[in-house]
């Protein structure tokens, strides 16, 4: 009974950080402004309750019934696994004085508040005093967790186990090398299109097609809902209610249809995990303090743009589906046939922000950000030196000039709520999606179903070799186990090369 004793202990800390979660969820949804500073307290109070009880001594003695109840099983078994890494998490945790959690969750809901406002007006110094207080928040964090090599390690630890800046530097380097002659090629042919985009499309209508499309790819809207929010998410309360928002710009309709299914992803994930490990450590991120199912916020990240890039942008979807969204816009389609459409939702144009970027440039976006995140956090860039040097970055991998804060350094919702650390998962979660999708598409059965479009066999694909396992394994198992290899960029790039050369005719 130790055991089934033991897991009912974190099947409590799920429930809290869930409570947490719909907080978080109304928060960014329905909660009037007036709000945010008790909705601060509540989000911070229960952060601590979760922590607390996870770290209690109580909890220690029902881990250490569990270990020996277990201790017979095979190393790699679902009930050593999860014992092994509740003792991890509580390690980490006691490294870190509850008083440093709670200021964290206060000040990230708060900060979310004051960074709207601050965008929204393009106005640094108001956020200014709020990100000093968050970068040294998190260099206190990352001294008490400790690290070898760089403090931004520490902190990435919490959302990408196994990276640091040393191991991304190859990461990027490949990048560069593989995308930059491309992008500069791009650059001198003629681009696709675009006008019949930024006609004003029904945000009703936009709303509706996006959402059939999220449940053409198998997201269950008895187990989810989709709302409208400044910044896109999806939050979970368990893989039975697994929640969905996207923004709608009435002159530019691909913000919501891909935003949408971008998160549709993420939905994909959480809902497809093995029911039984509802409520355990397996689908509870007991170091980050969240209730999600992702072994790391890259791998989720993958399952978002894998819907999104790889089935969402290809040529075959718009063949399949462009009918149902021309009926769904007539006027604003009028004359565009699927081809034209799929070229333009996919035109390379670098811009300001990181969200709305094509798929082929994106990945500077994340550089620019690491390195900055970095430089932040060892103190080499001053919070005042900031948006000189964001500017100069764009510059560098973009060719663009910033012309204000709103569309630099303001635009991102990360730093407002105190997530230092976490950019580098957009990137991986790009080179991920290449490697599964191509491995996923070895399979007869998957291409046939995509070009028929029936998105069940890559859905139960991925189910089998990614969403059921929660946080089973790590980041890297989970590639060997899916694909015969780690983390790879070389699909990643022969994907892009592929699409864009056709696309552009390079």
Same mark, same amino acid.
């Given at each position: 009974?130790?055991?089934?004793?033991?897991?009912?202990?974190?099947?409590?800390?799920?429930?809290?950080?869930?409570?947490?979660? !719909?907080?978080?969820?109304?928060?960014?949804?329905?909660?009037?402004?007036?709000?945010?500073?008790?909705?601060?307290?509540?989000?911070?109070?229960?952060?601590?309750?979760?922590?607390?009880?996870?770290?209690?001594?109580?909890?220690?003695?029902?881990?250490?019934?569990?270990?020996?109840?277990?201790?017979?099983?095979?190393?790699? %078994?679902?009930?050593?696994?999860?014992? @092994?890494?509740?003792?991890?998490?509580?390690?980490?945790?006691?490294?870190?004085?509850?008083?440093?959690?709670?200021?964290?969750?206060?000040?990230?809901?708060?900060?979310?508040?004051?960074?709207?406002?601050?965008?929204?007006? %393009?106005?640094?110094?108001?956020?200014?005093?709020?990100?000093?207080?968050?970068?040294?928040?998190?260099?206190?964090?990352?001294?008490?967790?400790?690290?070898?090599?760089?403090?931004?390690?520490?902190?990435?630890?919490?959302?990408?186990?196994?990276?640091?800046?040393?191991?991304?530097?190859?990461?990027?380097?490949?990048?560069?090398?593989?995308?930059?002659?491309?992008?500069?090629?791009?650059?001198?042919?003629?681009?696709?299109?675009?006008?019949?985009?930024?006609?004003?499309?029904?945000?009703?209508?936009?709303?509706?097609?996006?959402?059939?499309?999220?449940?053409?790819?198998?997201?269950?809207?008895?187990?989810?809902?989709?709302?409208?929010?400044?910044?896109?998410?999806?939050?979970?309360?368990?893989?039975?209610?697994?929640?969905?928002?996207?923004?709608?710009?009435?002159?530019?309709?691909?913000?919501?249809?891909?935003?949408?299914?971008?998160?549709?992803?993420?939905?994909?994930?959480?809902?497809?995990?093995?029911?039984?490990?509802?409520?355990?450590?397996?689908?509870?991120?007991?170091?980050?303090?969240?209730?999600?199912?992702?072994?790391?916020?890259?791998?989720?990240?993958?399952? %978002?743009?894998?819907?999104?890039?790889?089935?969402?942008?290809?040529?075959?979807?718009?063949?399949?589906?462009?009918?149902?969204?021309?009926?769904?816009?007539?006027?604003?389609?009028?004359?565009?046939? @699927?081809?034209?459409?799929?070229? @333009?939702?996919?035109?390379?144009?670098?811009?300001?922000?990181?969200?709305?970027?094509?798929?082929?440039?994106?990945?500077?976006? !994340?550089?620019?950000?690491?390195?900055?995140?970095?430089?932040?956090?060892?103190?080499?860039?001053?919070?005042?030196?900031?948006?000189?040097?964001?500017?100069?970055?764009?510059?560098?991998?973009?060719?663009?000039? =910033?012309?204000?804060?709103?569309?630099?350094?303001?635009?991102?919702?990360?730093?407002?709520?105190?997530?230092?650390?976490?950019?580098?998962?957009?990137?991986?979660?790009?080179?991920?999606?290449?490697?599964?999708?191509?491995?996923?598409?070895?399979?007869?059965?998957?291409?046939?179903?995509?070009?028929?479009?029936?998105?069940?066999?890559?859905?139960?694909?991925?189910?089998?070799? =990614?969403?059921?396992?929660?946080?089973?394994?790590?980041?890297?198992?989970?590639?060997?186990?899916?694909?015969?290899?780690?983390?790879?960029?070389?699909?990643?790039?022969?994907?892009?090369?592929?699409?864009?050369?056709? !696309?552009?005719? !390079?």
């Amino acid at each position: 009974m130790g055991y089934k004793a033991f897991l009912e202990r974190m099947g409590e800390v799920n429930d809290l950080l869930c409570a947490k979660s !719909i907080l978080s969820w109304d928060e960014r949804t329905m909660m009037p402004r007036g709000g945010a500073d008790t909705r601060a307290k509540q989000q911070a109070t229960l952060t601590v309750l979760a922590r607390d009880h996870l770290v209690a001594d109580e909890t220690r003695r029902f881990l250490e019934r569990a270990e020996a109840e277990t201790a017979n099983l095979p190393e790699d %078994s679902v009930e050593r696994t999860i014992c @092994a890494q509740v003792r991890e998490a509580i390690e980490y945790h006691l490294r870190i004085p509850a008083a440093l959690v709670h200021k964290r969750a206060e000040l990230g809901s708060v900060g979310h508040h004051v960074w709207a406002k601050a965008r929204a007006e %393009s106005d640094l110094a108001s956020f200014a005093p709020l990100l000093e207080e968050t970068l040294a928040l998190n260099r206190e964090i990352a001294e008490c967790i400790g690290y070898e090599g760089h403090p931004y390690d520490a902190l990435m630890y919490r959302f990408e186990p196994g990276e640091s800046v040393a191991s991304l530097q190859p990461l990027f380097a490949a990048l560069k090398e593989g995308l930059l002659p491309l992008v500069k090629a791009i650059g001198e042919k003629e681009p696709p299109r675009v006008d019949f985009l930024q006609r004003p499309f029904p945000v009703e209508a936009q709303l509706a097609f996006a959402l059939k499309m999220a449940r053409k790819l198998g997201y269950d809207t008895d187990r989810g809902r989709l709302d409208l929010t400044v910044h896109p998410f999806e939050i979970s309360f368990t893989r039975n209610d697994v929640r969905i928002t996207t923004r709608v710009n009435d002159e530019w309709m691909p913000k919501s249809l891909f935003g949408t299914l971008h998160e549709t992803g993420h939905a994909l994930y959480e809902q497809f995990c093995d029911p039984a490990y509802t409520r355990t450590p397996l689908a509870t991120d007991l170091v980050g303090l969240y209730a999600v199912g992702g072994v790391s916020f890259g791998a989720h990240e993958s399952q %978002s743009r894998l819907f999104e890039n790889h089935v969402g942008r290809s040529r075959e979807f718009w063949e399949l589906h462009y009918g149902e969204l021309h009926d769904t816009f007539p006027e604003q389609l009028a004359g565009v046939d @699927a081809e034209t459409f799929w070229r @333009a939702v996919n035109r390379v144009e670098p811009g300001f922000i990181r969200v709305l970027s094509d798929e082929l440039t994106y990945d500077f976006h !994340i550089m620019l950000r690491v390195e900055i995140e970095a430089a932040l956090i060892d103190e080499s860039l001053p919070v005042s030196d900031l948006p000189e040097a964001w500017n100069a970055k764009v510059e560098e991998y973009l060719g663009l000039d =910033v012309p204000n804060d709103r569309l630099g350094v303001l635009q991102d919702v990360h730093w407002s709520s105190g997530q230092v650390g976490t950019f580098c998962n957009y990137t991986i979660g790009n080179v991920m999606a290449g490697q599964l999708f191509d491995t996923a598409t070895t399979d007869p059965r998957i291409r046939e179903g995509l070009a028929e479009a029936d998105y069940l066999p890559l859905r139960e694909w991925l189910t089998e070799h =990614v969403h059921r396992h929660g946080r089973r394994y790590t980041r890297n198992q989970l590639l060997e186990k899916a694909t015969g290899r780690t983390l790879d960029p070389a699909p990643y790039l022969a994907h892009l090369t592929r699409k864009y050369s056709d !696309i552009y005719g !390079i």
